[in-house]
């Protein structure tokens, strides 16, 4: 009787391809992330811009480098350090008062303008897509969010 047994060849170049690949991906995931980062602050930029009193909106955006450990992470953290964002992008409502002479007063009324959540949302959406697309390409059968 034979026994059934299998040879594979090649399997040290594929271990090898294996321990190469998150350094071959880290450099298109690194311009994915970046490019969607930029995306969304210069779509945020934009409005906050067209809504210019004071400028802080604008001001205080920021684009700051995520503090990661790991040889094969990056990341970047858009942020906005204007006490006013909050109210920008989910409004606020109308505030009443009576002057001393009798007559009443509304103001403080902001349509909410949810700019910076949906930008980065739309922004996150597309770089977790375009990440799953180069490992896709590189080799993997499936990729899964967790």
């Not at 060849?9 to 071959?24: H, M, N, V």
């Not at 006013?84 to 409502?93: C, E």
């Not at 009324?109 to 980065?120: D, L, Q, W, Y």
Request: a positive charge; aromatic letters at 6%; glycine letters at 10%.
């Amino acid at each position: 009787m034979s026994k059934a047994f299998v040879v594979w060849d090649g399997l040290a170049e594929y271990k090898e391809e294996l321990r190469q690949l998150p350094a071959a991906c880290l450099g298109e995931g690194r311009h994915a992330v970046e490019g969607g980062v930029n995306g969304a602050y210069v779509a945020i930029s934009t409005v906050y811009g067209a809504h210019r009193v004071t400028g802080t909106l604008q001001k205080r955006l920021k684009i700051t480098p995520l503090k990661v450990s790991g040889q094969y992470s990056t990341g970047l953290v858009l942020t906005s350090g204007s006490p006013i964002a909050v109210l920008f992008d989910r409004g606020s409502q109308a505030r009443h008062y009576v002057t001393v002479n009798g007559v009443d007063h509304v103001t403080g009324r902001m349509p909410p303008n949810p700019i910076f959540t949906s930008s980065v949302a739309k922004a996150k959406r597309e770089i977790v897509a375009k990440l799953k697309e180069i490992v896709l390409r590189r080799g993997a059968v499936s990729v899964t969010e967790t």
